[in-house]
Nanobody
């Protein structure tokens, strides 16, 4: 269906910025929704942002105003621009694809996942 490969993670000081990328390779049909999730050790995987095929984007309150999701359709790249990073943003970040039923904040509704890229925010 689709292959997802994340990149761009790294270490950054609190208050800094980082941009994550996800290369999207579609084998059959385009997914309806692309999203970013994150997971810290010992915690559940949380939704960070999504964007529909039509370009409608949404983020949760925890990152609203700091994180922005975008999609470069020409290059098939999904991006997550992260600004004003906080210590609690430290996590493994994953991109995910969902084919049917609209976007969701529930990770178990997504059909494909990348391998993840680590983001570490230090003081």
């Amino acid at each position: 269906q689709v292959q997802l490969v994340e990149s761009g993670g790294g270490s950054v000081q609190a208050g800094g910025s980082l941009t994550l990328s996800c290369a999207v390779s579609v084998n059959t049909r385009d997914p309806y929704c692309l999203a970013w999730f994150r997971q810290s050790p010992g915690k559940e995987r949380d939704w960070v942002a999504w964007i529909t095929a039509g370009g409608t984007a949404r983020t949760p309150d925890s990152v609203k105003g700091r994180f922005a999701i975008s999609k470069d359709n020409a290059k098939n790249i999904l991006r997550l621009q992260m600004n004003s990073l906080k210590l609690e943003d430290t996590a493994m970040y994953y991109c995910a694809a969902k084919y049917d039923g609209g976007c969701s904040f529930r990770d178990n509704e997504y059909d494909a996942w990348g391998q993840g890229t680590q983001v570490t925010v230090s003081s």
